[in-house]
């Protein structure tokens, strides 16, 4: 008897193929339901509709077509047990070989705008993922197939040996399972954020979990002895996922961690609304960030404000490259510049750096909504710290008012201090860091270093604490220096020391009412 394969697919790229070769190369019958049967008959294919197969009709609108004994008997029954194919005889139901099945769109649903709740739980598949959990689960018996890479490799198994092997049968059952597992995943995530009315969620869920399917095996991660491999969420490309790499050796665990760091920073400066932005990343931390009239002098104030740890470093553009920036870019060593686009001509320009990656990324802006970071036993979660900085809803504590360019230059400090790891102190003028502290066990130690860079320069400029100053030391330091205004939290029970250190000297404090620590 001919071997027979169920095919029930909604992306159909490379289906006709399989079939074709199914059907002409190794003799196997077909059956399939819905949209995949028509396909395959347009085809020329010959194919029995499931509703034929099992003598029970489509019902319910579509909803119940594979769900019978016809269908689950040929799948789940043991071949090697007399009882299984006992039953089988007495219920005249074929065993299936082969089941080549993927499920509804439903990520692809949810993120089209305008999506309705209703519209969403339709595009929920049941018959899908109970057909590819019996055929994994019976994978020591028949072959399942749930993506389109797959084909190929099925169809040289069946060249090979004739059949496929119990391994492949093994790593397909594997793969369906997290299939069915991101399927679900993803469901209850959008049930858990769904604008439902009736549903009163909590912000986080009682229970959160994620997945993702590899596409890029890394060199290493952070280190050469640890290994490393890159995760895409969801079955739509997004974020890094997204981005377009023009040139440059492949990316790895430490690019991407720092690409991801610098689009951050630069995410603070939306190309549409803010003049040209630059940053400059050394192993996550910003050295060097500015804006300008130009892309090209905003590239260059940011080189400046320390050329020296740009030196192998990250850029991040808000706009476009031009051919200008392009020719400066190329008098520096870097490891990766990403920029919301690239001009041709400016692209020329830098494939003359063939080993430096340059990506381009249409939207820098939008990241991920949670963070998460492993500890032993579980996992942490939080929001993302996106809140936007409002000087509207700031708090001038001292005697002396900010000017209106004050202002302006103490929200870019803020800005970049968000980025800075904690404790962290950045010292800016005409909206370019001078001197950046972080990561100091104490916030007297991140002060020190920042107006140490920043030198003379520090001489009327500004400075941005993301947390509080527990004591006055700090604030008659940053004078002593030059800085003319201060942005902080605020929040400590010793506020009015520093409130009044900076009344006796002169300066501007602005309270933001809210912090910015980065672990």
Request: glycine content about 8%; hydrophobic content about 40%.
């Amino acid at each position: 008897m001919a071997r027979l394969a169920l095919l029930s697919t909604s992306d159909k790229t490379g289906l006709i193929d399989l079939a074709r070769h199914l059907v002409e190369e190794f003799g196997f019958d077909l059956i399939s339901s819905g949209g995949t049967a028509t396909a395959l008959k347009e085809a020329g294919l010959p194919v029995t509709k499931v509703s034929d197969y099992t003598g029970s009709p489509e019902i319910l609108g579509g909803r119940v077509k594979t769900l019978h004994p016809q269908i689950h008997g040929g799948i789940l029954a043991r071949r090697d047990l007399a009882e299984d194919r006992a039953d089988l005889e007495t219920n005249d139901i074929r065993p299936i070989d082969l089941v080549v099945v993927n499920l509804y769109p439903f990520e692809q649903t949810i993120a089209k705008e305008g999506v309705t709740f209703a519209d969403a739980i339709e595009n929920i598949d049941i018959g899908g993922p109970t057909l590819l959990r019996a055929s994994a689960k019976n994978h020591a018996h028949l072959t399942v197939l749930c993506n389109p890479g797959q084909y190929d490799s099925y169809l040289k198994e069946l060249r090979s040996n004739g059949k496929a092997s119990a391994e492949f049968r093994l790593s397909c059952a594997r793969t369906a399972f997290w299939h069915t597992a991101s399927y679900d995943r993803a469901i209850a995530t959008y049930l858990d954020t769904a604008g439902n009315a009736e549903t009163q969620n909590p912000t986080l869920p009682d229970t959160f979990s994620i997945s993702g399917h590899q596409i890029q095996s890394l060199r290493y991660g952070e280190n050469p002895h640890q290994a490393a491999a890159w995760y895409q969420m969801g079955t739509t490309p997004t974020g890094w996922t997204a981005a377009n790499k023009l040139q440059g050796k492949e990316l790895s665990y430490n690019n991407l961690i720092d690409l991801e760091a610098a689009r951050q920073i630069i995410a603070e400066f939306p190309g549409s609304s803010e003049d040209p932005a630059v940053a400059i990343l050394k192993h996550t931390n910003p050295c060097g960030v500015a804006m300008g009239n130009s892309l090209v002098e905003a590239y260059q104030k940011a080189l400046a404000a320390d050329s020296v740890s740009a030196f192998g470093g990250i850029v991040a553009c808000n706009r476009p490259l031009d051919a200008a920036t392009a020719t400066e870019l190329t008098k520096t060593f870097l490891e990766c510049v990403v920029a919301p686009d690239c001009e041709p001509e400016a692209a020329e320009i830098l494939s003359k750096k063939s080993k430096v990656r340059i990506l381009t990324l249409g939207d820098l802006s939008s990241g991920p909504k949670k963070t998460l970071k492993a500890i032993a036993g579980g996992f942490l979660v939080q929001e993302s710290d996106d809140a936007i900085a409002e000087p509207t809803d700031w708090q001038v504590v001292t005697e002396k008012q900010p000017t209106k360019d004050q202002l302006a230059e103490l929200l870019f400090a803020w800005k970049v201090v968000k980025h800075v790891k904690s404790n962290a102190i950045v010292v800016t003028r005409d909206r370019t860091t001078l001197g950046v502290g972080a990561g100091q066990m104490n916030r007297v130690g991140s002060v020190k270093i920042a107006l140490e860079q920043a030198g003379e320069k520090a001489q009327g400029a500004v400075l941005a604490s993301d947390g509080f100053f527990p004591f006055e030391d700090s604030v008659r330091t940053a004078a002593a220096a030059g800085i003319v205004a201060v942005v902080q939290p605020g929040g400590s029970l010793r506020d009015s020391d520093s409130i009044a250190a900076a009344n006796e000297l002169g300066l501007v404090m602005v309270c933001t009412g809210i912090r910015h620590f980065y672990h």
